[in-house]
């Protein structure tokens, strides 16, 4: 068998690497999604129960069989989701959302795919939330601070929804939430105005807020910038084979 030139092999090295993701990912999902919270009560990112573990797909698995075969289903594990203390809700700080990096800008949106928090109670789930989206905003938040999306500038609000309340481990997504009035966005941004249990801190389970994992889906491929690197990519892989072909 005839072997493959080293450099055609770097090339695809390469090339595989750009399409990497760490979890399990529903069809036309968007890759490389990075996540941010105002507040995490287990680990910054990228660790166990951080923002990103409820934006890269971990917890998710497709279920091969049972009521739920061909669906995908996420745990209960904590560390496959993100959760934060429930005061955050009501004490003024702000510190309530969770924000989602697309990694680029995209004009064909189509849904976020949203499995509630599960791990230590389903009542930790969020229930009523805002969504809120940007392009390119003048103030981007940093983790563990306050943040108010409604008088950021370059934030616009979508919807006021309520995401349903888990029913369990190893369950189908809770909510869908549609996305495709969305002319263009990078950000996505849920503030959390309540769990599904209490609000304040008291009690080992109404204490927290969270999600299990979100995805967002487009109808396309994104915009032509983000696909400037990998073109390019490409054609320097190309032109680099035929350069060693000639010699």
């Known amino acids: 068998m005839k ?3 080293s450099v055609m092999v770097a090339c695809v090295v390469l090339l595989g690497f750009s399409n990497m993701v760490r979890g399990e990912m529903i069809a036309h999902a968007i890759t490389g999604v990075t996540a941010n919270a105002g507040a995490y009560a287990d680990h910054p990112n990228p660790g166990n129960g951080s923002p990103l573990a409820a934006a890269d797909g971990r917890g998710l698995a497709l279920a091969a069989s ?3 075969a061909g669906q995908y289903v996420h745990d209960e594990a904590w560390e496959n989701d993100w959760q934060a203390g429930a005061q955050y809700m009501t004490d003024g700080s702000n510190r309530n959302w969770f924000l989602m990096d697309l990694g ?3 004009s064909n949106l189509d849904e976020a795919w949203v499995w509630n928090a599960r791990s230590g109670g389903s009542i930790r789930g969020s229930k009523n939330v805002d969504v809120y989206f940007s392009t390119s905003p003048a103030d981007i938040p940093g983790t ?3 943040f108010d999306f409604s ?3 370059g934030w616009t609000h979508l919807t006021n929804l309520d995401i349903s309340q888990a029913v369990g481990n190893n369950t189908p997504v809770d909510t869908k939430i549609d996305l495709s009035s969305i002319n263009s966005a990078r ?3 849920l503030v959390i105005n309540s769990n599904w249990g209490s609000n304040t801190s008291t009690g080992p389970a109404s204490g927290r807020m969270g999600l299990a994992e979100v995805q967002i889906t487009a109808t396309a491929v994104p915009e ?3 696909m400037i690197s990998l073109s390019a990519l490409g ?3 190309l032109l680099a084979f035929a350069r060693r072909n000639r010699r």
């Open 144 to 146: 563990n601070t306050g």
């Open 66 to 68: 049972g009521s739920f």
């Open 151 to 153: 008088t950021a500038e």
């Open 104 to 106: 680029s800008t995209y």
């Open 224 to 226: 032509p910038t983000s």
């Open 187 to 189: 950000y996505l941004a």
């Open 3 to 5: 072997k493959l030139p």
């Open 235 to 237: 054609v320097i892989c």
